[in-house]
């Protein structure tokens, strides 16, 4: 039975800069609970959090990885560290959000970034998506102009797919599903400048 069958599933945000702000900003706006952790003492960032909302959970990388929905927005250096938190990954489905700036395709094996930290989490369904937007765009009431706000999603499983796309809904945007990591993850990918010349725009879907 899928998750969605069975229970509500809990979600964790591993990251507190801009990126895992703005996406903290989107489950507070939406009344949906989420934890959130850095490296540091989760007391550190309690009122930081607090300011966002009342659901955001400061709490240990540990604790936060129980979580079923995990969103590395983590600096894509700092993935690596992120996956050594647990011995497996399965039964997680991690959102990728890091963009690989600047990482030269041979430092990944020449795989696309998003199979690339796909297999650093071992047993996991990964989803690469919401990294097309600067912080300042994803920060917003994505319900704009009469429309929503576009985030595309990309990933080798379909359930898990899925499953970040009805997330994506909840959380008031527009998903727009590209297929798998390779072909899909690859038509997000930063690469280099013109990369975000091409799609750092602030897309709007209107239905
Ligand atoms: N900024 C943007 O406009 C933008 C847009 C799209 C995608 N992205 C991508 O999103 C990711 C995050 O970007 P950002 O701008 O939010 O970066 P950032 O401001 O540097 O924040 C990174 C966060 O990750 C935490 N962190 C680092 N290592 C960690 C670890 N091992 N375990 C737990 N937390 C850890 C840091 O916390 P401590 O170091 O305090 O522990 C910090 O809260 C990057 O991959 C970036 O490429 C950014």
Do not use: C
């Not at 989490?121 to 990294?131: D, E, I, P, Q, R």
């Not at 920060?139 to 102009?145: G, I, L, R, S, T």
């Not at 706000?149 to 009805?166: H, N």
């Not at 975000?196 to 725009?201: A, C, E, H, R, S």
């Amino acid at each position: 039975m899928s998750r969605s069958e069975n229970k509500v599933a809990s979600y964790a945000i591993i990251g507190f800069g801009s990126i895992g702000k703005a996406l903290a900003r989107a489950f507070a706006r939406n009344g949906i609970d989420v934890s959130v952790a850095t490296t540091h003492d989760p007391e550190s960032f309690a009122s930081a959090a607090a300011a966002i909302g009342p659901g955001l959970i400061p709490t240990t990388l540990a604790e936060a990885v129980k979580a079923d929905i995990i969103f590395l927005a983590v600096r894509f250096e700092s993935h690596p560290d992120v996956a050594k938190a647990l011995p497996t990954w399965l039964g997680k489905t991690i959102v990728d959000v890091t963009n690989a700036y600047g990482v030269p395709p041979e430092k990944m094996g020449g795989m696309p970034s998003a199979r690339f930290v796909a297999q650093a989490f071992t047993g996991g369904k990964l989803v690469k998506g919401f990294n097309h937007l600067g912080a300042a765009i994803l920060d917003q009431d994505p319900a704009v102009h009469g429309g929503r706000r576009v985030v595309f999603l990309a990933s080798d499983d379909d359930g898990a797919a899925a499953e970040i796309g009805a997330l994506a809904e909840n959380l008031g945007f527009s998903p727009i599903q590209l297929g798998g990591l390779s072909e899909g993850g690859l038509l997000v990918q930063a690469r280099g400048n013109s990369w975000g010349q091409l799609i750092f725009k602030d897309l709007v879907r209107f239905d």
